[in-house]
């Protein structure tokens, strides 16, 4: 079909131009970077930028390698695969949790008593004039230790028990109800890990939730509480913490399994045709989303898991302690300082899954992304 504007030999020969386009080179003016500086700053940081990318995942690749060759091939499902998977859920959620004390800081003492900040921002500020830069990461050495292992746990037995309950259900069953195995895997695996999370979260709670802290640390905190309310006051807070952490990380695994899903089936290609770059940032975008589902499904839980640790009375039921918390919080107390937390939830757990896939590459291993189908059956010839 014609178009319905002149070509440029018809305005030529109209107006009698001489004017001849140059196909390639450039012009004198783009030639002087010098007439442009903000261009030539932009394009000199953009070359430096894949300079240094380039030379980043060379470095990768490299110690990838030297890891690779001293560990051996790693095959699936052995136990190097699940030591492997254990050690990278104790990076991902050890080192982040921590990196995110000050959010957490807020989040808890806002959560005890609602009227001691008007804002996130209002009690950054409050704290570190009064507590100094140690006050806004108080709580950081409970929450180091308490998530690497929780993360530790979590992981590793949720790859073990995505597994275990797949051979169980069988190949199609497994694809059939892939949904119903990650939310059973993610539940198990994570009620274990809360038996090893719940002493360090007693700990930081009570140690956020008092100014000043009333414990130096975590071995400090651990004597204390143990000298005066024996071992079982570590543990006082297990019943709200699995209630807290069994559906959040049931809505965490099994959705991000789900969204990691269907963004590759809207990307063009397999998720085989994209590189280790791509494929953390899509563990990193559904990992973000599957964290925003938590945050809001596991809140109401938080809140009461914060109040439990700092008002629960020596020798007082849980049935009457949640009872007087929530007589006097009311329905609409155990959503403060959610907007925070859906912040801190979801770049937590999107940060978590890139980094627990960034190891599982670096070991040589595939990311993260749901279960595998069924295998075809040989087609049979009557």
């Known amino acids: 079909m014609p178009s319905v504007y002149p070509g440029l030999d018809i305005l030529q020969n109209t107006f009698g131009s001489s004017y001849q386009p140059k196909t390639n ?17 932009v394009d000199d940081a953009k070359s430096k930028a894949k300079k240094l990318s380039a030379e ?30 254990t050690f990278g859920g104790l990076m991902a959620c050890g080192i982040t949790h921590t990196a995110v004390t000050p959010l957490d800081l807020v989040k808890t003492r806002r959560q005890i008593d609602s009227k ?41 037995w949720y790859e073990f028990f995505k597994k275990k309950y797949s051979d169980l259900a069988g190949p199609e069953n497994a694809q059939k109800y892939k949904t119903g195995l990650y ?9 274990l890990a809360d038996i090893a999370l719940c002493p360090f979260e007693a700990i930081k709670v009570r140690m956020q939730g008092t100014i000043p802290s009333q414990y130096k640390g975590t071995f400090d905190g651990f004597s204390q509480i143990t000298a005066k309310e024996g071992w079982g006051g570590l543990y006082k807070g297990l019943y709200p913490l699995w209630g ?70 020596p020798g007082e039921g849980m049935g009457a302690v949640t009872s ?23 770049t937590l757990t999107g940060l978590q899954w890139m980094i627990y896939d960034y190891f599982k590459v670096f070991m040589g291993l595939p990311t993260t992304g749901g279960a595998a189908p069924p295998a075809e059956k040989p087609a049979q010839h009557s």
């Open 25 to 41: 080179g450039a012009t004198p003016l783009q030639a002087r970077t010098d007439l442009y500086p903000a261009y030539s700053i």
């Open 56 to 85: 980043a995942a060379h470095e990768f690749d490299v110690a990838s390698q030297k890891a690779q060759a001293k560990t051996g091939h790693i095959q699936l499902y052995s136990s190097q695969y699940y030591a492997a998977c």
């Open 116 to 156: 001691l900040y008007k804002g996130n921002f209002q009690a950054w500020g409050h704290i570190l004039r009064h507590e100094g830069v140690r006050g806004i990461f108080t709580g950081w050495s409970p929450t180091f230790f308490g998530y690497s292992a929780q993360g530790a746990f979590k992981y590793g």
């Open 183 to 191: 939310l059973s895997a993610s539940a198990s695996a994570e009620f």
């Open 244 to 313: 807290r952490q069994i559906p959040y990380t049931m809505m965490k695994f099994a959705s991000f399994e789900t969204i990691v899903e269907m963004i590759y089936d809207r990307l063009p290609g397999g998720k085989s045709d994209y590189g280790k770059a791509a494929q953390t940032g899509v563990s990193f975008v559904a990992g973000y989303a599957a964290g925003i589902l938590c945050a809001i499904v596991s809140h109401p839980a938080d809140v009461m898991v914060s109040k439990l640790n700092a008002y629960r009375k």
């Open 324 to 346: 007087r918390i929530y007589k006097d919080i009311g329905f609409k107390g155990l959503w403060n300082g959610l907007p925070v937390r859906i912040v801190m939830i979801g």
